[in-house]
Each structure stands twice: as C-alpha cells, then as structure tokens.
C-alpha cells in the first residue's frame, strides 16, 4: 500500500502558539488490495499534536492498486485551536505534502456506498472458507458499489413530533445529566462514540445520509413519554458546526419545527436542536415563565447544548410562530432579543423582504417590530449570545405563513441567502454610541473609527484607571510592619483649616491598600487635638470591603478620642483580608469633636480624576448615624478633598 508523508501545522494566529490536541484519522470503510490479495478493514489512526507540527506516514487515496482508488479519510480534529470533521484525500506523490493543502478535496460521489466489512464477508462466505482473501478469478474484479439506503428525515420528523403535546411529562436534566448531554452531543458532531453518554440518559442515537440533500447526518433522539423529553439534536457530518438552528416550541408553534429542518437541509454544516417537549408541559412555572419553556430556562439540556456552541462563537438562529391576530398585517418579526441588531439580521430581513413578504416583515430595532412583545428580549440563549458578541437571530413567523408550504419555503431559501452562518465581520458593526472612555483633562469626543469598543472594556496599560492605580498602590508595602496606611505620616497634619469638614454624625470612610492578604486586628487613628463631651455609643471606627460591607468593627471610642496621640484601636473581632482595597470608617459624635491626622487639602477635582464614582480615596456617607452601618451604598458616597491618615495591622 502506497503512503506519503503529510506535515500538520495547526497553530493559533493571534497568539503565535501551536495548536494542542488531538487527531483521528479514519478509514470509513474496507479496501482492497488487487495485488496482494488483501482485504484492508476500517481503522483509526490517533495523532496528538503537542504544540508543533508533525509529520506523519499515511496510505494515499488514489492507490490504483487498491480498491476503491478513490476514497478520503474522515479527520476529526479535537485542539484548543481548531475543532471539527473533515473530508480529506492523500494524493499520491513524492516528498512531504501540507495537511493545510488537503482541506476541500471532495471524495468521489460512491465513496459512501462501496460495499461495507459484513457485506463483502457475506458475499464470500458462500464459495470461499477464507473469505478474508478474495479468490484468483476476483484478482482484477472492482466491487460494484453497493447502495447503503437514505434517511427521510421529514418522514421522521412527523413521526416523532406527533408525540408532542401540552399533557406530556417533563423535567430538568441533573447537572450531571446536562454535563453528559453536551459532552454526548459533541461527541455526536465529532463523530466518537456518543451512544456511551446519550444512552443511559434515555436518548438514542442514529446516523445515515438525508435522502433530500445527500449529505450524511447524525441523530440523538429522546422520546416524547417519560419525564426526560429532553428533544432531538440534528448533526450535519458533512462539515464543521458553523450555525445552530434552535425550535424551543415545536408544535405549540406550529411547523416551527418544520422550517427548522427544512433550513437544516439548506444550510450546509448546522446542528438542529428541537426541543421535546410542549411549552405548556407539566403547567408548572419556575422563574414567571413556564418549566418547560427552553427559551426561559437555562438549565434545559436544549439550553445547556445550545450554550456550548455558541460560547465558541457558532452564531444562531432561534424559529417562532405567532398568531396572526397578535400582529396583523405582519408576515415575519425579525429581531435579535436584548442584542443589537448586526449585519446577519439586517440581511435575513431585506432577504425576507425580497421574497415577496416585503409589506410584512418588521424589525425588531425599530417602530416596525419593537412594540410587539415578540422580539425575544427575555430569551436566554439571545441573552447568552448578546453577553458574548455571537449573532443571534430571533425569528417570528405568522400562523399563515407556517401554514402554507409554498411560504414556508421561502421562508427557507430567504434565511439560508442571508448566511446567518457568518460571524459579524468587525468592520461592518454598526456604530456604537454614548459608549466613552471617562475624561482625563478633556472632553469626551466620539471618534471616528469604524470599530466599536464593549462598554465594560478595560485600558491595561492607562496608569489614570482604578484597575492600574489598585496595582500601583499595592505594589508599595506599607512602612512600620502595618497592613495598609492610608497616606505616608510625614504627610500629615491636624484635620482643621480651611475646606475641611469633619460633622457629627457623618461616616468618613478612607481608602487603605492592602498589598498582601493579612489578618487584620487593630486600625488606626492620629488625634491631633483631644475631643469633648462626645457621645458614649456613638463614636466608632471600622472596616468595610469595596462594596460597602462592614467586615469589623471597634467597641464605642467616646472616652479614647478624648486625649491626643496615635490611637490603637482593637477591633471586636480579627478580619481576615485577601489582598486588595479596604475602607476604615469614622463616626464621631458630641460637643467637641475631635482633630484627627490628615493630608493636605487636593486641589479641586485631582482626587478624582480617572477614579469611578464610590471608589475615592476618601469619601462622607449619611447623616445623623450613631453606628456604623452594616451597609455603605458606595456609589452614592461623596468625595472629599482631603484624607485622614489611618492605618490598619
């Protein structure tokens, strides 16, 4: 058997690293050696790719000395790179070829129906007691191709959905069980054993060719009796996974169901996921919305499968059915939930549009389709994709429309023209407005550029942002063995002058960095002149974490504060502090209150520059308070322009 060397090279553009995993090259059916008189089985061949690229020695596909002399490998690629099924020929050939170079060979159209194992066994046997060797006069003879039979998926489709009703049972999947269903369901795509994982959970599992299309296919089904009617999942074999095509409500809403396959044999390279039972199932409710809703529970196992794809950023779309009385006049309502509208369902509706449903199709992002209530702003997988940037497009279609087979293909042919299987190219995102960074010395200002940037994202290097500053101050260890100071002691000075305010009743809180964990027991204050006639039970201090929970306290500080010096103060009970930013709070009361250690006055407004709001260096909250609070609503605290001095160890 002739081989050739193949190099595979696999490696990660935006890191520069290469690729680690696994490969498994299959040979999907027997050969037959002419000259040898040999009868090559199926087999695999696993490759583990270690962060290099690696050349191995494979059999070629067009060997004339074999039979068939025209086949490919199936290669399943499992890598932290790159994921999926392909169909690869080996050319014979000298010196080494590039695995890169062989992505798209096309295998011959019988490759699927050349005669398997059993049956060539079978046709020997009668005539021959070692049918493991073909006999003299078959030498030279090429075994006829052998139809393997098709699958009418529509057929089954019908069958399996007719067990779909609003009186079946249902419940949730363990999270064990959704572990399993996922883990099974990506073995389904990769072509491994999925049987093993599916099985016990009730489902089974099933592969052929679709006799409409002619690709081959993979099957996971749960039954439509018993509480674990978890659905059916649709794997296209015939490429890598780029687009999941999601039916939460079949037959509630329906031949949702029906479009959703039909939609799966016109777009090469999708998974179907049809949920199993009726939304009105079991008529229970958990979280306001039906238990058996998919489109409302993220711990479905359609939910749970769903969410695996598209956190690796496979883009979907999600069918629905609508009364035509609750939109009038309406064909389609195209919308994509709490996300914003990109350019795949921009497409899907001019495409819609284009089709003859033009008066009919609204949108979602504007007047046309925004007050329906049907645009899928509380469903969960939009949600889930909107939260990650996946394209996700959530389809309305009228009871007419699902009702009329004519319309329902064109309903088809208009989504797969608008490829909703492409990821959204960053260059055609829609503008994003009101999104700035927060003014360091000048105003905000749009810009012009075509990119958008997320609304949470993060400068690393911008020494003015909170994030850089935490850093900064963490890296400097505190002097004198301390935990966390608030500001150097050579800086302070007594706490009265002008712009200074120090009132009764009102919780200070100081800003202390904490550069390593540490257990913390005492904090610190500097009484510069001694305080009068204060409050017994209304003088404290203590310690809050970033968020404004009290973590400890001191007991009543009325008869300390009452004499000047540095002023150690117990706390009640020892904090445990992990490495970060913590706030000591002051709460003072009585006639004369008294002067504590602080830093000079900021000019106006250099406090706060670059610094969120509830997050400064020190901060007021509240009036009239005799103790502290167990909670501080940071965000509402206001900025002073000075900081007293105080220390925590």
């Known amino acids: 058997m002739a081989v050739r060397s193949v190099r595979i090279a ?42 290099a690229p690696v050349i191995v020695d494979l059999p070629v596909t067009d060997d004339p000395a074999e039979s068939p002399a025209d086949w490919a490998y199936t290669v399943t690629i499992d890598t932290d790179v790159l994921r999926g099924t392909y169909l690869v020929q080996v050319p014979s050939g000298s010196g080494t070829v590039e695995f890169v170079d062989l992505l798209g060979a096309v295998p011959s159209a019988g490759l699927e129906t050349y005669a398997t194992l059993a049956q060539l066994f079978a046709h020997e046997a009668a005539a021959d007691p070692h049918p493991q060797y073909l006999t003299a006069a078959e030498a030279d003879v090429r075994y006829e191709l052998v139809p393997t039979g098709t699958t009418d998926l529509e057929a089954w489709l019908t069958t399996w959905a007719a067990g779909i009703d609003s009186d079946q049972s249902y419940r949730e999947p363990t999270a064990g069980e959704a572990v399993d269903a996922v883990l099974g ?9 999925a049987a093993a994982l599916l099985g016990p959970l009730g489902a089974t599992v099933s592969s052929g060719v679709d006799s409409a299309t002619g690709r081959p296919y993979a099957l996971a089904v749960w039954p439509t009796t018993g509480d674990r009617t978890w659905g059916a999942v649709l794997v296209d074999r015939s490429r890598p996974i780029g687009l999941t095509i999601q039916c939460p409500h079949p037959v509630a809403d329906q031949h949702s169901e029906t479009i959703g396959l039909a939609l799966w044999q016109a777009v090469q390279g999708a998974l179907l996921v049809i949920a199993g039972a009726h939304r009105d199932a079991t008529g229970q409710q958990q979280g ?3 238990l058996a809703d998919p489109g409302k529970q993220v711990a479905s196992t359609f939910h749970q499968i769903v969410a695996a794809y598209t956190t690796r950023g496979v883009p979907g779309v999600q069918l629905h059915g609508f009364a035509d009385a609750s939109a009038p006049g309406l064909s389609h309502i195209v919308a994509t939930g709490s996300g914003n509208a990109g350019q795949s369902a921009r497409r899907a509706a001019e495409e819609l549009a284009d089709v003859a449903f033009a008066a009919g199709v609204a949108r979602g992002w504007d007047s046309s389709g925004s007050g329906t209530g049907l645009t899928g702003l509380t469903n969960v997988q939009g949600d889930q994709a909107h939260a990650i940037g996946v394209p996700w497009l959530h389809l309305e279609v009228s009871a007419t429309v699902r009702g009329d087979a004519t319309a329902r293909a064109r309903t088809v042919a208009a989504l797969a023209a608008a490829r909703l299987d492409l990821p959204a190219p960053p260059m055609l995102a829609l503008p994003v407005t009101g999104q700035f960074p927060r003014p ?10 075509p990119f958008p940037a997320r ?21 400097a260890a505190p002097p004198h063995g301390l935990a966390g100071v608030s500001v150097d002691a050579l800086q302070a000075t007594s706490n009265t002058g002008s712009g200074v305010t120090f009132t009764a009743g009102v919780l200070h809180l100081v800003r202390v960095p904490v550069p390593a964990a540490a257990t913390v027991s005492t904090v610190y204050l500097g009484v510069t002149t001694a305080g009068s006639g204060l409050t017994a039970g209304a003088c404290w201090a203590g310690l809050y974490n970033t968020v404004g929970a009290l973590l400890a306290q001191t007991a009543d500080q009325a008869t300390v504060w009452v004499t000047s010096g540095l002023k150690p103060m117990a706390l009640t009970a020892p904090a445990d502090l992990a490495a970060g930013v913590y706030y ?8 004369v209150l008294p002067q504590l250690a602080r830093s000079a006055i900021a000019v106006a407004g250099t406090l706060t520059a670059g610094v969120s709001t509830g997050a400064h260096r020190q901060m007021t909250s509240g009036t009239g308070q005799t103790s502290l609070p167990a909670s501080v609503v940071m965000a509402s605290a206001a900025s002073t322009s000075w900081v007293l001095w105080t220390a925590v160890s």
């Open 440 to 449: 360091v010395g000048s105003s905000n200002t749009t810009g012009s550029s």
């Open 185 to 193: 369901i990506e073995r389904l795509a990769l072509g491994a054993d």
């Open 288 to 290: 306001g919305y039906p």
């Open 584 to 591: 000591v709070a002051v709460l003072v009361n009585g006639s």
């Open 455 to 475: 609304a949470d994202h993060i400068h690393a290097e911008r020494a003015s942002t909170l994030a850089r500053i935490d850093v900064l101050e963490q890296r």
């Open 10 to 51: 696999i490696d990660n553009k935006l890191t520069g690293t290469w690729a680690t995993g696994t490969m498994l090259w299959a040979v999907p059916h027997p050969l037959r050696g002419s000259a040898t008189k040999t009868l090559h089985g199926a087999a695999n061949k696993p490759i583990t790719l270690a962060g």
